[in-house]
RNA sequence: GUCCCCAUCGUCUAGUCAGGUCCAGGACACUGGGUUUUCAUCCCAGCAACGCCGGUUCGAAUCCGACUGGGGACGCCA
């Protein structure tokens, strides 16, 4: 049994997007899966739009996610004079043939074809030159293309496809393509055929809108006299109108930097794209990386697009709804200490991160991010939401203030009472902290809740948060009893 | 327009290949309830789909055929 080998060739136009980490997800998962190796192959051949920093945010994105590969990156344009060998093979093997039809030529036929209202498709005018006319027309300097020579025979080529089955075509409906250029340099077609065969690729897994492509693929490895890997061909992934997702028309939603950003775990996004097109086969949702290696496998591939539902200027949810509870369940199912680490360089962006939560405060860190990671959705919430648990600069919402602190006039008095007897507790722990503000409440004759819930936005500016007093004994005693002092200010702002 | 592919809740999907166990299961979202002196977590319940028509069959989500709908490809892009 031969090594399986796989290739992610994403072209260095952009950022990596979801789709593109998705197909580079599937063909990593089955190279692990079968103990093959993954290449990354930069197909760069594009100058015009292939830029640096598109390379860089590609293997960002992907080491981000975690997807590691075999070999590589390779550079599609390291081997171009391969590219352009093969492609002389073929046309001395009279497999390929030169063209000279100009674009304009070829652009005024089309046109005509569609006002008939027919397909057009290169009619062959330059397929069988004779040798005397082509030397004469490369003498007198004519530019030209080098074209496939399509089989001129009757009946159907075909491939299996892993997903969705035997794919045909009959040869006469492909035509002649270009694969090189008139600058010499050769096309995608025969560039990716060419790698593949070097590469020794084995599986090719990549999205259905190159199923036609395939066809002629085929054609080009026959040509070559090499085997045609295994082909399976994974549905897209569309957005609510049901068009093909791309970073021209939808932006930063799609871009895999985008949910670093956001405070995203990657391997929450990871398994909920892997979900887009493949299921086990039962009602497991969530997988560790080895049960998801494990079970991976090409024939429950979906054959149907799905809809990354996303919806524009959604205040709820800014992105699809089951993602986000895929990252709030790894949020909050993870060992704490993953999640303390993860959440540390959202820390440190805010300016909130202490060295100390690294050393002699690493519990205290750990048990405070525990405590609030229940109501967070995003990692990047700690340095928001959380802010008041890190730092003493923390704004006062709207909404809280109205509610629980300006209704009550009294607080003014009453919290900074509390604040007193707090400071003059023997031991500030859960019970004496919690008596104290209920006997205070007693004695005011005021409702428990009035104390606790004026506390809370006082001391975190938020609305809801964990218990009460689970909040003062992370927060401190003296930081609590400060902010409780302050609460004047308070009126004092909303006014 | 031509060729190719696809079709189950709003969304992701199980079930289709080997027809009965499916008046269709799970998850997200949504609604209601329980827990919580907050909010969330958590738990329980509810809502919600086999595109349409015909055929085969004792029996069809499942097989066959049309129709309809959706998507993709038709570049000297990748």
Same mark, same amino acid.
Not at 108 to 118: F, G, L, M, P
């Given at each position: 049994?031969?090594?399986?080998?796989?290739?992610?060739p994403?072209?260095?136009?952009?950022?990596?997007?979801?789709?593109?980490?998705?197909?580079?997800?599937?063909?990593?998962?089955?190279?692990?899966?079968?103990?093959?190796?993954?290449?990354?192959?930069?197909?760069?051949? &594009?100058?015009?739009?292939s830029?640096?920093?598109?390379?860089?945010?590609?293997?960002?994105?992907?080491?981000?996610?975690g997807?590691?590969w075999?070999?590589?990156?390779?550079?599609?344009?390291? $081997?171009?004079?391969?590219?352009?060998?093969?492609?002389?093979?073929?046309l001395?093997?009279?497999?390929?043939?030169?063209? +000279?039809?100009?674009?304009?030529?070829?652009?005024?036929?089309?046109?005509?074809?569609?006002?008939?209202?027919?397909?057009?498709?290169?009619?062959?005018?330059?397929?069988?030159?004779?040798?005397?006319?082509?030397?004469?027309?490369?003498?007198? *300097?004519?530019? +030209?293309?080098?074209? +496939?020579?399509?089989?001129?025979?009757?009946?159907? #080529?075909?491939?299996?496809?892993?997903? %969705? =089955?035997?794919?045909?075509?009959?040869?006469?409906?492909?035509?002649?393509f270009?694969?090189?250029?008139?600058?010499?340099?050769?096309?995608?077609?025969?560039?990716?055929?060419? &790698?593949? #065969?070097?590469?020794r690729?084995?599986?090719?897994?990549?999205?259905? &809108?190159?199923?036609?492509?395939?066809?002629?693929?085929?054609?080009?490895?026959?040509?070559?006299?090499?085997?045609?890997?295994?082909?399976?061909?994974?549905?897209?992934?569309?957005?609510?109108?049901?068009?093909?997702?791309?970073?021209?028309?939808? =932006?930063?939603?799609?871009?895999?930097?985008?949910?670093?950003?956001?405070? $995203?775990i990657?391997?929450?996004?990871?398994?909920?794209?892997?979900?887009?097109?493949?299921?086990?086969?039962?009602?497991?949702?969530?997988?560790?990386?080895?049960?998801?290696? !494990?079970?991976?496998?090409?024939?429950?591939?979906?054959?149907?697009?799905?809809?990354f539902?996303?919806?524009?200027?959604?205040?709820?949810?800014?992105?699809?709804?089951?993602?986000?509870?895929?990252?709030?369940?790894? %949020?909050r199912?993870?060992?704490?200490?993953?999640?303390?680490?993860?959440v540390?360089?959202?820390?440190?962006?805010?300016?909130?991160?202490?060295?100390?939560?690294?050393? !002699?405060?690493?519990?205290?860190?750990?048990?405070?991010?525990?405590? #609030?990671?229940?109501? $967070?959705?995003?990692?990047?919430?700690?340095?928001?939401?959380?802010?008041?648990? +890190?730092?003493?600069?923390?704004?006062?919402?709207?909404?809280?203030l109205?509610?629980? /602190?300006?209704?009550?006039?009294?607080?003014?008095?009453?919290?900074?009472?509390?604040?007193?007897?707090?400071?003059?507790?023997?031991?500030?722990?859960?019970?004496?902290?919690?008596?104290?503000?209920?006997?205070?409440?007693?004695?005011?004759?005021?409702?428990? *809740? /009035?104390?606790?819930?004026?506390?809370?936005? /006082?001391?975190?500016?938020?609305?809801?948060?964990?218990?009460?007093? !689970? #909040?003062?004994?992370?927060?401190?005693?003296?930081? /609590?009893?400060?902010?409780?002092?302050?609460?004047?200010?308070?009126?004092?702002?909303?006014?």
């Amino acid at each position: 049994m031969t090594e399986t080998r796989l290739r992610f060739p994403p072209s260095p136009t952009g950022y990596l997007h979801i789709g593109g980490a998705r197909t580079a997800l599937y063909n990593w998962l089955y190279a692990k899966k079968t103990g093959g190796k993954l290449i990354l192959r930069i197909e760069d051949t &594009d100058a015009e739009r292939s830029t640096q920093e598109s390379i860089q945010g590609i293997l960002d994105g992907m080491k981000w996610l975690g997807i590691d590969w075999d070999e590589g990156p390779y550079f599609q344009t390291e $081997f171009e004079s391969e590219h352009e060998a093969m492609a002389n093979k073929l046309l001395a093997e009279g497999k390929a043939y030169k063209c +000279f039809c100009t674009k304009e030529e070829l652009d005024i036929k089309r046109e005509a074809a569609q006002k008939n209202k027919t397909t057009y498709g290169y009619d062959g005018t330059c397929r069988d030159l004779d040798a005397s006319v082509v030397a004469e027309k490369e003498a007198a *300097g004519l530019p +030209f293309v080098i074209r +496939f020579k399509v089989p001129a025979i009757d009946g159907e #080529i075909g491939y299996d496809d892993k997903v %969705l =089955g035997r794919i045909k075509a009959q040869y006469s409906e492909i035509e002649d393509f270009v694969i090189v250029r008139s600058t010499g340099k050769p096309l995608y077609l025969l560039c990716n055929v060419v &790698d593949d #065969i070097r590469d020794r690729i084995t599986h090719i897994i990549r999205g259905s &809108d190159h199923m036609t492509n395939t066809i002629r693929q085929v054609l080009l490895y026959n040509a070559l006299d090499a085997p045609v890997p295994v082909f399976a061909h994974m549905p897209l992934t569309l957005d609510t109108k049901k068009a093909k997702i791309s970073k021209r028309k939808h =932006g930063e939603i799609v871009a895999v930097q985008f949910y670093q950003e956001k405070g $995203f775990i990657p391997w929450a996004l990871s398994n909920f794209l892997v979900l887009l097109g493949w299921s086990p086969g039962n009602d497991t949702e969530f997988f560790s990386k080895e049960e998801l290696i !494990d079970t991976f496998s090409l024939e429950r591939i979906n054959k149907t697009n799905s809809i990354f539902n996303y919806q524009k200027g959604n205040a709820k949810f800014f992105t699809d709804p089951k993602a986000i509870s895929f990252n709030e369940h790894y %949020l909050r199912t993870m060992p704490i200490e993953e999640i303390a680490a993860m959440v540390k360089p959202f820390l440190e962006a805010e300016g909130l991160w202490d060295s100390s939560y690294d050393g !002699d405060k690493k519990e205290w860190y750990t048990s405070t991010i525990d405590l #609030i990671r229940d109501r $967070f959705q995003m990692l990047s919430d700690f340095g928001d939401r959380g802010r008041a648990y +890190f730092s003493d600069e923390f704004t006062v919402e709207q909404k809280p203030l109205k509610k629980n /602190v300006l209704k009550h006039e009294g607080l003014k008095e009453w919290l900074p009472m509390l604040a007193d007897r707090y400071e003059a507790l023997e031991e500030f722990n859960l019970e004496s902290a919690e008596q104290t503000a209920r006997d205070l409440a007693t004695e005011l004759e005021i409702k428990p *809740g /009035v104390i606790i819930n004026g506390m809370r936005t /006082v001391v975190t500016g938020q609305l809801a948060g964990p218990s009460m007093f !689970d #909040i003062l004994m992370a927060i401190g005693r003296e930081r /609590v009893v400060t902010r409780l002092r302050g609460v004047a200010k308070l009126y004092e702002i909303a006014v």
